[in-house]
Structures are given as structure tokens and as C-alpha cells.
């Protein structure tokens, strides 16, 4: 792929809309950027705030740790934050500094307030809507669609901002559809490392730390911690253990940030951490590793173009796929290796339910991980799933077709299931 195409720059393009900082499980921490946003214009504090949240942000917002609130969970609190502490300007890292003080100012509000949540379905899977109030005045926030995507700003009945939201599209983004695992092989191959260098070494070090972290603290139920004390440190364990030990700090209160990928940090977590482990294991030098990062990145994000930013198909699962895609590289694949490990992956764990985010993540990351790698240790030793196997189709393109219509259309009734169970 030539550096003048046009494709070539989008896919560049997309890593750096993708792989972005952010501080926290990213649906609380986009509710804390909608409602700073909110205060922000309003200009006081509020004394009413009614929070309307679609399905799936109440299932991935209702159990997991807002991150410097000294622990306070859900979605209220999720607001607050970004009430009293939200720095609007720094969008998904929006309550990165917060004072001791502030804290405490959150819990005040929490108590004495009136905070009203309420779902809200609009046809759209991502939807939030702020509305804050002080005396007779009002302002109303809308993001939809993506993380940062405010859509519509109404003060006062002044509207400020209506950008039309039609259905899922995301606009403002470059588009998902153009790539395939063909295209990105190639594009893997043929990059400029300087075009490239930044973004990936600052997820390197970013997940890096939060996952060392992770195995050092004390956070939901250690799952890297438990790998490595139950399966040794061999390359194939570190791999699942770190993985797993970053969405163990950051489900759980964490302060690190890190770099997402399809809006997660999850995701982000899973399909670098265990390449940098191989990285490590295999003594591969710098621009490997920038190239099996580019890999496992643009191959996770493809797969989620399919079935979009929130299911009830566990992310997770497309980004350990997507990991072993950027290990088979880094162990002498080529194009077939990577294809097969990536089919291979999904036959085994696709299926896997998204019931939100909390400690729990970090176990199904691992396991995820875990097909990545015997996906590819499957081909390398003569070993495939074929097509008509179950939701197999020949060819990897077909396969993951098959996966975004299960994760998007076939999964829908299971994820308004989730959210019933997890409301009642």
C-alpha cells in the first residue's frame, strides 16, 4: 500500500481516532463528559439532574468504579463526578484531576440533590442525555453513537447544537467499511513506521503500566494475579495475566489511563498487552512491534465495525482474536497464518455475553486471549475449523460478516434480557 493512497491514509487515520487516552470504563466516564459538558454551560452548580441512558449504557455503567471518586459506582455517581470535577476540555480523560476536596463535594450532592435516571430507547444502542437545572433554567446534552459525539446542546430552549442522528452511522469518523484483513496485511507490511510510531508506543506504555499495576494492587478478583500463580509465567500465561491485570485495576478504581480501542479500554488492554508479552518473549526489535500493534489494532476494529460500539457480544472476544492475529506476525505468519488464527478464534469463543462492565471482564478477557493463541497454534500444527462449522464461513471475511450480524442483529433480544436481569 502506497503512503499517497487514499486508503493507506485512512487506515492511519483510524488508528488515531481510535487509539485515544482515557481514564475509567469509557460509558461512566462518557456520562461525566456529557454532564460537565452540561454544567459547564449552565454556569452554577445544578440542583436537578435527570440522566436518560439507553440499555446498554445502564448495563456497562450500573457495576463498575468511577475512577477518582474514592470508589462511588454507577451511573449517578458517574455524573456527579462530572458535575463537580469534569473538565470538559479533556473529554474522555474528563475527570482526570480531581481534588479531595471535590470528592467529598461529590458525596454531598449524591445526598442531597435530586438525580433521576431514567432508559431511554431511541432506536440507537449508545444515547445519553443530561438535562442539569438551577432555578428556572435548564441545559440539555446528547451524546450519541460514539464516546465524545455530543449531538445536541439546548439551553434554556436556545438550541446550541443539533447535529441529525441517523440510526448508528458515526459520523465526523472515518469510515470503518473500507477495511479488511487484506487490505490491513498489507497496510501492516508497507507503513511508515513515523506514521504510526507515536500512537502505539504511548498504548504500549500506557496499558503497560496499568497492567503491571494491576498485578501489583488489589483490584475485583486479581484474575492475572490467579493466572500466574495457577499456570506459571511461561509467555502464553503473561500474556492472559497481563491482559486480564489491566481490566483488573481499571474495572476496579484505578487512576492509570489507558488506550482504547472501539471506544474500550478493555479492548485496548487485550489486543496489546499480549503482543507486547510475545514483543518481549521473541526479542523482536522496535518496528515488529510497531507493526503487530498496527495489526491486532486495525483487526480488532474491523471486527467491531460489524457489530457495533456496544452488544451483548462480549468485545473482548474480537479483540483476542485480534491478539493472536498480531502474535501469529510475530511468530513468522504471514496472511494465511493471521486469517486462520483469527477464524479459528471465533469458532471457539464467540458467543460469549457482554452483561457490562465489572470485575468479571478481566476473566473473559483471558479467556479470549487464550483461543487467540491456540487459534494460531491450531494452524501452525495442521489443525482448522472449516467452513459450515457452526457460524464458520470459508474465507475470514465472511467469517467475521457472520459475527457482526450475530453480535448486532441475532444478540439484541439477549441484551435487552441482560439489562432486565440487571435492573430487577
Not at 466516564?29 to 454544567?39: D, G, N, S, T
Not at 441529525?164 to 513506521?193: A, M, Y
Not at 465495525?305 to 504471514?334: H, P
Not at 457472520?402 to 441482560?418: A, D, F, H, Q, S
Request: proline share 2%; aromatic share 6%.
Amino acid at each position: 500500500m502506497k503512503k499517497s493512497d487514499e486508503k493507506y491514509q485512512a487506515y492511519v487515520q483510524i488508528l488515531k481516532e481510535e487509539l485515544v487516552p482515557a481514564m475509567g470504563c469509557t460509558e461512566p466516564i462518557a456520562l461525566a463528559y456529557a454532564a460537565a459538558k452540561a454544567r459547564e454551560i449552565l454556569g452554577c452548580l445544578p440542583e436537578r439532574v435527570h440522566i436518560g441512558a439507553s440499555g446498554s449504557i445502564i448495563k456497562n455503567v450500573k457495576s463498575v468504579i468511577v475512577p477518582n471518586t474514592d470508589h462511588l459506582k454507577g451511573i449517578p455517581a458517574a455524573a456527579v463526578a462530572g458535575i463537580i470535577a469534569g473538565r470538559p476540555e479533556k473529554e474522555l480523560e474528563v475527570i482526570s484531576e480531581v481534588t479531595r476536596e471535590e470528592v467529598e463535594e461529590m458525596r454531598e450532592f449524591l445526598e442531597e440533590k435530586e438525580i433521576r435516571v431514567e432508559h431511554i430507547d431511541n432506536g440507537i444502542t449508545f444515547d445519553i442525555i443530561v438535562t442539569v437545572s438551577a432555578g428556572e433554567s435548564y441545559v440539555q446534552v446528547r451524546i450519541a453513537n460514539y464516546h465524545t459525539n455530543i449531538v445536541y446542546i439546548d439551553k434554556d430552549g436556545e438550541i446550541l447544537l443539533d447535529i441529525p442522528v441517523k440510526g448508528e452511522s458515526e459520523e465526523g469518523l472515518t469510515d470503518r467499511n473500507i477495511l479488511n484483513v487484506e487490505d490491513i496485511w498489507d497496510f501492516v507490511q508497507t507503513v511508515d513506521i513515523e506514521d504510526i510510531r507515536e500512537i502505539l508506543q504511548r498504548q504500549a506504555d500506557y496499558n503497560t503500566a496499568i497492567a503491571e499495576e494491576g498485578l501489583k494492587g488489589n483490584y475485583g478478583a486479581n484474575i492475572g494475579q490467579v493466572i500466574l500463580d495457577t499456570y506459571g509465567k511461561d509467555v502464553r500465561s503473561r500474556a492472559k495475566a497481563m491482559a486480564a491485570a489491566g481490566s483488573d485495576a481499571r474495572m476496579n478504581g484505578c487512576e492509570l489511563p489507558v488506550i482504547i480501542n472501539s471506544g474500550s479500554g478493555n479492548q485496548g488492554m487485550t489486543c496489546s498487552l499480549p503482543v507486547l508479552e510475545y514483543v518481549k518473549e521473541l526479542g523482536a526489535d522496535k518496528e515488529k512491534m510497531y507493526r503487530a500493534l498496527a495489526l491486532s489494532n486495525l483487526v480488532a476494529i474491523h471486527q467491531k465495525t460489524g457489530i457495533g460500539r456496544l452488544s451483548a457480544y462480549c468485545g473482548a472476544v474480537s479483540a483476542g482474536a485480534a491478539a493472536g492475529a498480531g502474535i501469529a506476525y510475530l511468530c513468522g505468519g504471514g496472511y494465511n497464518e493471521i486469517a486462520h488464527t483469527v477464524v479459528n478464534a471465533l469458532a471457539i469463543v464467540s458467543g460469549m455475553v457482554c452483561d457490562g462492565a465489572k470485575a468479571s471482564c478481566a476473566a473473559k478477557i483471558a479467556s479470549s486471549v487464550d483461543a487467540g493463541i491456540l487459534g494460531y497454534n491450531m494452524y501452525v500444527r495442521g489443525q482448522q475449523f472449516y467452513g459450515g462449522d457452526g457460524i464458520i464461513t470459508k474465507g475470514v471475511e465472511n467469517t467475521i460478516q457472520n459475527v457482526g450480524r450475530l453480535g448486532k442483529e441475532g444478540m439484541r433480544m439477549t441484551n435487552e434480557e441482560i439489562i432486565k436481569i440487571m435492573v430487577e
